[in-house]
């Protein structure tokens, strides 16, 4: 019974150790001006960056870029830093847990606050506004004063503040949360856009960057499917447990689609399920 379990504890260190290695290659921006390219190998970490002349690359030991148990990619270079990786190849958000929780300036605080009214006012999100995205969902649910509604899917962004189209990270984001009891199962959102698009970038889960542990305590999509209401097309794709943007690729363009939730990884304290941001992406 004990070398059963053994055997057990290192048959699943080992798959955790396949996925973790399996990103080798993978490439992302820091927020540095112009940024560092961040590349991630099997056996090393290599900074790059080819805009800044004289720049001499650094290596570092592969084991600073590591998954932790809640979910989230940390990059252990000068200090610890939440990575939010899109698309599994680039990036450009890296995030200080600490940094983000400290920010105490009134100034800062009072021209956030002020940002975030103007563009909830005009419903001017990231991206999502360039092609009038509007979601909408079988159930939401409803917490005291607080609705985590379908429209949460696209408002994780801020919009560009600055000609080189830099995203800024929404402080106070919610994701969307199914409201019926269970896990969702068969649960849906819709998106309608004003433009065509084939692909989407889902974070899942409970994504928030100053409460690593509600990812892992909320229940997260695994099996999903997509249904193309324009074109009649079924799509299916099973989402991985992990922290980072994964890009859904359809084979035609379409402005309509539904995502049908058809199992869920169970949280560890919640059956709630959870999706934190859906960005449609324009075909070009």
């Known amino acids: 019974m004990i070398i059963k379990k053994v055997i057990l504890i290192l048959n699943i260190l080992f798959f955790v150790a396949m996925s973790l ?9 820091d927020n540095d001006f112009p940024p560092n390219l961040i590349t991630i190998y ?4 290599v900074i790059s960056n080819e805009d800044v002349p004289g720049f001499k690359s650094k290596e570092y030991p592969r084991e600073l870029f590591y998954l932790d148990d809640n979910g989230f990619y940390h990059l252990g270079i000068n ?24 920010v105490t300036d009134s100034t800062y605080n009072d021209w956030i606050n002020w940002y975030k009214k ?17 979601y909408t969902a079988s ?46 199962e068969n649960e849906f959102i819709k998106i309608s856009t004003s433009k065509e698009f084939n692909e989407l970038d889902v974070l899942n889960g409970y994504v928030a960057i100053e409460r ?11 099996d999903i499917e997509i249904i193309d209401s324009d074109n009649n097309i079924k799509y299916s794709f099973t989402l991985a447990d992990e922290v980072r943007f994964q890009n859904l690729k359809m084979s035609q363009g ?31």
């Open 212 to 222: 690593l542990d509600l990812y892992k305590k909320n229940s997260r999509v695994k």
């Open 118 to 134: 103007t563009i909830e006012e005009n419903n001017a999100y990231y991206k999502v506004s360039r092609f009038n995205t509007v």
């Open 139 to 184: 159930s939401e649910l409803k917490e005291g004063a607080t609705l985590y509604s379908a429209k949460n899917l696209g408002t994780l962004f801020l919009p560009p503040d600055s000609r080189e189209d830099i995203r800024m990270w929404n402080p106070g984001h919610k994701p969307w949360v199914e409201g019926v009891a269970g896990y969702g």
């Open 42 to 45: 099997k056996d090393k970490i």
């Open 254 to 284: 379409t402005k309509n689609v539904k995502l049908v939730i058809k199992s869920v990884y169970k949280g560890d304290k919640w059956d709630d399920t959870c999706i934190t941001s859906i960005i449609p992406k324009l075909v070009y």
């Open 21 to 29: 290695y399996s990103q080798e290659e993978m490439s992302f921006y």
């Open 79 to 102: 200090g610890d830093f939440i990575v939010i990786i899109e698309n599994n190849s680039v990036s450009e958000f890296i995030y200080s847990p600490e940094k983000q929780v400290q």
